[in-house]
């Protein structure tokens, strides 16, 4: 949306239509357009497609949240942010003892509901794969469930994704400074019925559900295989806990570039040592082309019309993971001319900034390739770039995500709250290197893996594109 000032000249019958409503919201997202287009096709109430608890559309009780480390007690726990991710294997997890509760059980999602952000950023979706399926979410996720014997719930998600549904499901926001919708807000609204439209779109949500399920599930076995091909075994977030001794340790500081405890876990320089004794392998810096391993340039952000001619869209560090990354649009002429503004395909991303919890994205890691390539990304990720006749870049990725590196790239940290990477420590971080063969098998997987997510974006396209042309075509 433009951050410019916007003026629409409203027709007195719209104040009538919309309860004598006086603020800008309903008037300027679009949704008085939208409601009036679909009164020229049959269409029927949102509230009498959906079933189960509350009728089918609901959203959760403010509640205490019981974080817990270990996956015996907890289950995996979705907020506003988290439930656009594309990798749900980092997710923090609340009690299972609470989330099974009477109070809390109805928060379960399954696969096929469409989630919508229902608090702060109103209006942003989700359709729930396979991945997503015994996961809790938070209050401020708003639950559709479709009655399958009444709509699919492919087509439901596409239309109210589409730039019909979304301004009738933001029109009845209400809140000052947090913005908020309920369920009886969007229990009435028209939902077109488009025949055989109806399982055309379906069929393309479903099938790109399941290829950013292939996807994640490949990128997760390339990790497995990369790591075990090296002769070592991954650690796990609960053992690394329990193991850490990060509450009181000696350590030797012989030259070293830091007096900063959180660089001497005694369990991240065992893990250290571990991959040393790979077969084969060698420090990061030694495996990257010169230049990298370092963040972007500071800027100042000029903003832009989203046209590609003149702009550009930026990434940070939220939209780098999610499915359909999302940026801001900014002036390509006001850009710093450094060659790692926008990044070549095979580099590895990795969150340069953020806090320690294991729920910070700070040192978790994004391939780019395909769409991805076509961004621009800011200041707050370390570049990495593989020199390919040393590592494949699916490889390096592959080695990266794992949780032995996740935990060795926190330990190169400095900095207060907000932290960031030590520039001479990050170059020293082992590597394991694998045999040719099984490095082309996991580069492969990897590379295969981000194609499918694009292939997703653009069924997900397709789905919409038909029912938004089938909407302006009166239901043809």
Known sequence: MSRKFQCR????????????????????????????LLKKIKTENLSSLTSGYNGGIYNGPQFVRNYVDDPAYGVPFLTTSTMLQADMTNLPMISAKDAHSAKLSYLKVEEGMTLITCSGSIGRMAYARKDMADCWSNQDIMKVVADPNKISPGYLYAYLSSRFGVPIVISGTYGA???????????????????????????LVQKAADLRYEAISQVVTATLEYVAAAGLSDISPIEWHKKSKKLGFAAALPNSNSLRAVNFIPLNKELESYVKTAKKWAYIGDLTKPGTLRTGPRFKRIDSAPVPEFGVELLGQRDC???????????????????????????????????????????RCQFIAGKRTQYAYSQDFLRVIPEQDKILPGCLFAFLRSEMAFRMLRGYSIGSIQQEYHPEMVKWMPVPLVDQETANRVNELVVDAYRKYDEAIDCEDQAQSLIERAIEEGGR
């Not at 409203?10 to 009036?36: F, H, Q, T």
């Not at 947090?178 to 069929?203: C, W």
């Not at 850009?335 to 503004?341: G, I, R, T, V």
């Open 177 to 203: 400074i947090i913005q908020h919708i309920e369920a009886h807000h969007i229990s009435d609204l028209p939902v077109p019925r488009l025949g055989n439209i109806e399982d055309k779109a379906h069929q």
């Open 321 to 363: 993971f999610t499915i359909r990354p999302d940026g801001r649009w900014i002036a390509k002429k006001h850009l710093p001319k450094d060659e790692l503004m926008f990044l070549p395909e095979g580099s590895t991303m990795i969150a340069a900034r953020g806090g320690l919890d294991d729920s910070n994205s700070f040192a």
């Open 9 to 36: 000249a409203v027709p007195s019958s719209w104040l009538e239509n919309n309860g004598r409503r006086l603020d800008c919201g309903p008037y300027m997202s679009g949704a008085i357009e939208a409601k009036e």
